[in-house]
């Protein structure tokens, strides 16, 4: 039976240029979507642009800008770029839209309603020189857990959230002063209240799970869950919807992460479908939440909470699909340093294709992994264009053949290709996409091999029936590669089938292809680089 699967990819900040670490750490979400789409699955892939907080805030003061203004600009940027590297979302969104803002507010009411949002008067970091509250990420301070100088919203190097009495030793990143104390009236989520049921979710889905969501999930767990803040002083971001806080806006971890709820809503409203399908208990469905290891809780805690406290029976994530990081020559990407390239630089270099290819079979799953120029053309010019572009352009583009011939299909060959569907599924379900990378690569290798043994260029002179036979062999392999790739290089996949007048991919083992297709304007799939 079919399952309805929500994929949600994280929202980035719409405030700077993504880089290939950022492309590294979400393309899991459309491998994902892609492999279930194929399977047959009703699956909504969702996203957008985070447009509020105080990043974005931060930079439109420095600049004298309008935060919507910086915001629009990068969400622009960011669909021009997910388009430019095939993410096949159903519904990317953003933040700064009336849908959105409208659903979240009453997402929060909901939780005030319910008693699990409540007021607070507290100390709260000030800038007397500046006049204002400052955010955690508008203060610069020794983390005390590893002694690295961070900002305060999240260590960049332990992972630590410093607390608020640990921000009250750090300084303005503004103007430098020290922090001072200010008393404010706040909104608290009780997220303490839901520590057992958390607990008690979290050992039953995480045997999925890669082990740094394990590990920092349990972590916070251990800690026992703290109440967080949801509201902040600042100007920009979705309105508080209790009485009293007109002056403030919701914190921005509440308004995102709450987005896959409400793109699914949206997407739902305009089609024949149900979110409730999708986001409710006993409807044969599973959540993953596809990020960088820096958003674990959020997706892990935070947003399971936000579902729990509506007490309406939701269904909580079930996975959590969390990437270590990619280096850039052995350096973290640094836009200030010069170290790295943005997501759309890299386009404009290299085939789309190869760096899908390329991100997913050395991603960075179980630990750090390392992009460099030298290497990237290697695996481009070995792999991608001397095993499977060879092997479709020695087969389709063979000297002397006009059209696909009638021919015979190794058995051997069919079962290997029925093996590769079972086992890269099974790799991907696994959350172990290099794995399942290297797993279709070795068709290619078998079929090269094939070929290879068979000597066509022979055959088509001594044995014409043997020569048929292989290159209907190869030709059957091809179009299993069309299916099997489409995760990975979906451009690439999207032209074979034309080739091969396949209508759409599935997870589905082809058995034949119709002989007599004209091969007259067959182009290789890849150049050298």
């Known amino acids: 039976m079919n399952k309805n699967i929500i994929i949600g990819g994280a929202w980035p900040y719409a405030n700077s240029s993504l880089h290939l670490g950022h492309i590294a750490g979400l393309i899991s979400g459309d491998v994902l979507a892609r492999y ?39 969400d622009e940027e960011f669909r021009k770029m997910f388009d430019g590297y095939n993410f096949s979302y159903d519904l990317f969104s953003k933040t700064d839209n009336d849908y959105h803002k409208k659903k979240v507010q009453e997402i929060v009411r909901k939780l005030y309603d319910n008693g699990y949002i409540y007021e607070k008067i507290e100390k709260e970091p000030y800038c007397d020189k500046c006049n204002r509250f400052l955010s955690d990420r508008e203060i610069l301070l020794e983390c005390p857990e590893c002694g690295v100088e961070t900002k ?16 009250m030793h ?18 608290y989520l009780a997220l303490s209240k839901f520590q057992k049921q958390i607990e008690e979710h979290t050992l039953k889905v995480n045997n999925e799970w890669r082990i740094n969501a394990k590990n920092e999930t349990a972590k916070y ?35 995102a992460v709450l987005g896959y709820l409400t793109d699914t809503m949206y997407l739902c409203e305009n089609s024949e479908k149900s979110w409730e399908e999708f986001w409710k208990e006993g409807k044969n469905n599973k959540i993953y939440m596809c990020h960088g290891k820096d958003n674990i809780v959020f997706h892990s805690i935070i947003l399971n909470a936000l579902l729990l406290g509506q007490e309406e029976n939701y269904h909580l994530v079930d996975t959590i699909v969390s990437a270590e990081y990619l280096n850039y020559n052995d350096q973290k990407f640094s836009k200030s340093k010069g170290v790295g390239m943005t997501a759309l630089e890299a386009l ?28 990237f ?6 792999e991608i264009l001397n095993k499977f572009g060879n092997l479709v352009n020695r087969t389709l583009k063979f000297k002397g053949l006009e059209e696909i011939p009638e021919g015979n299909l190794d058995k051997e060959i069919l079962e290997e290709i029925k093996s590769t569907y079972e086992k890269s599924g099974e790799l991907i379900e696994k959350l172990e996409f290099r794995e399942a990378c290297r797993e279709i690569m070795k068709l290619v290798e078998t079929a090269n091999r094939y070929y290879d043994s068979k000597e066509p260029w022979k055959q088509k002179k001594e044995n014409i029936e043997g020569f048929n036979d292989t290159i209907y062999t190869c030709t059957v392999i091809i179009a299993n590669l069309s299916n099997l790739f489409e995760i990975i290089m979906p451009k690439s996949c999207l ?19 119709k002989p007599g297709i004209n091969l007259d304007d067959i182009e290789p799939l890849f150049n050298r680089i």
């Open 495 to 513: 032209k074979l089938r034309k080739y091969l007048d396949i209508k759409n991919a599935s997870w589905n083992v082809i058995d034949k292809v």
């Open 36 to 74: 279930y789409r194929l399977k047959g699955n009703n699956v909504l892939y969702v996203s957008g642009s985070d447009c509020h907080g105080t990043p974005i805030t931060e930079r439109a003061r420095k600049e004298g800008r309008n935060p919507r203004d910086i915001s629009n600009h990068y």
């Open 221 to 255: 767990l251990k800690q026992g869950l703290v109440d967080r803040a949801i509201t902040r002083n600042l100007d920009w971001g979705v309105d508080v919807p209790i009485e009293g806080y007109e002056d403030k806006k919701l914190y921005v971890w509440i308004d």
């Open 348 to 375: 404009d270099i290299y085939d789309s294709d190869s760096l899908r290819y390329y991100l997913i079979s050395n991603g960075p799953e179980k630990k750090d992994t390392n992009f460099s120029s030298d290497e």
């Open 152 to 167: 305060g919203d999240q260590c960049d190097s332990c992972l630590h959230v410093p607390t608020t009495d640990e921000l």
């Open 377 to 382: 053309v290697a695996v481009h010019n070995n």
């Open 170 to 187: 750090g300084n303005c990143i503004e103007c430098g002063s020290k922090i001072s104390e200010r008393e404010n009236k706040v909104l």
